[in-house]
């Protein structure tokens, strides 16, 4: 697996100099990752992570899966950071709670077009189910507010949690499924989208197997923008190229109004040719979008399962 960079114990008297006495860990976003913020942060709405907006300072979490963390830190090379105008000036291991393995690097970020120097710190955590990265990052400005004891006790306390099942991040989902027609759940993405597929638990392969994927979206779209959005929405169809609009046009779904579209396209990987039906659901103040992908000889038989789940799904 290759990982690209661009993703983004201290004593007990030091921990009480930064840390609330008895202080919890929280879980930012409902993340599997938590930790104590500095006194001053507060979690930033829908985004795993914290921030003092007035300091313009904010700790970022990164969920990645559990191989990752040999990866990054076996192959681990400051130039990468420093395409990034990151300098490291220190890098060290630390333990963790439980006895979880960790890196921490400590430099600064330049802002060439803003002419500003960021502090930086950068924990490379390696949990048993997964491998968190937690950045920290804000102007040297903000160092009397935020010293380097207080950020370094703070992310001393990152621990982790087991993810939650399928049927937990279902239930976080904004709709329901009255029938699943044969499709099981591959992926939740996040608390608004889930992917499904018809396979053996392997990453989907669309020349293969058919997928489906459901993502809830909040605002209106008005009538007369409805058939570009359509349009806009299926050319961004993921694992395809290619793809060609064969027909389509609104109509009703869950009586609701929507827009229907079917496309010819090709398989990014193998190039062999496959179908997507994409099907948009317009309601005043959010709106759901449904696509389909399956190889192309199968289609047919597979676009009964596809609209019996565009018909099965109901916003909570």
Same mark, same amino acid.
Do not use: C
């Given at each position: ?71 990054? =830190?076996?192959? &681990? ?8 105008? %990151?300098?490291? #000036? /220190? +890098?060290?291991? !630390? ?112 020349? =293969?197997?058919? &997928? ?8 209106? %779209?008005?009538? #007369? /923008? +409805?058939?570009? !959005? ?87």
């Amino acid at each position: 697996m290759r990982l690209v960079f661009r993703i983004a114990a201290l004593v007990l008297p030091l921990l009480a100099l930064s840390l609330p006495a008895a202080a919890q860990a929280v879980f930012p976003n409902q993340s599997t990752i938590g930790l104590v913020p500095p006194q001053g942060m507060s979690e930033i709405p829908n985004v795993p992570g914290f921030q003092d907006r007035d300091a313009k300072a904010s700790i970022l979490v990164l969920e990645m899966p559990q191989p990752a963390f040999q990866e990054i =830190t076996s192959h &681990f090379a400051p130039q990468e950071l420093q395409k990034q105008n %990151v300098t490291v #000036e /220190e +890098r060290r291991d !630390v333990e963790l709670a439980d006895g979880v393995k960790a890196v921490l690097l400590k430099g600064y970020q330049t802002i060439p077009n803003a002419g500003a120097t960021l502090k930086k710190w950068i924990l490379i955590a390696g949990g048993k189910q997964q491998t968190g990265m937690i950045t920290v990052q804000f102007p040297e400005e903000a160092s009397a507010r935020y010293p380097d004891k207080a950020v370094e006790a703070a992310l001393k306390t990152v621990v982790f949690r087991a993810p939650p099942s399928n049927e937990e991040l279902m239930a976080r989902l904004p709709f329901t499924f009255d029938d699943m027609e044969g499709y099981k759940v591959f992926k939740v993405l996040g608390a608004s989208a889930v992917l499904l597929t018809k396979g053996d638990g392997t990453e989907p392969d669309p020349a =293969t197997q058919p &997928f489906f994927i459901v993502a809830a979206g909040p605002g209106e %779209v008005r009538e #007369e /923008e +409805r058939e570009s !959005v359509a349009k806009r929405a299926i050319a961004s169809v993921p694992g395809v190229k290619e793809l060609r609009v064969e027909r389509g046009g609104p109509l009703r779904i869950g009586g609701q109004p929507g827009y229907e579209l079917i496309a010819n396209a090709l398989d990014a990987k193998s190039g062999k040719p496959v179908k997507v039906a994409q099907w948009l659901r317009f309601g005043r103040t959010s709106n759901l979008r449904m696509v389909g992908v399956a190889p192309a000889s199968s289609f047919d038989a597979d676009f009964g399962g596809m609209r019996g789940l565009r018909d099965g799904i109901e916003l909570r």
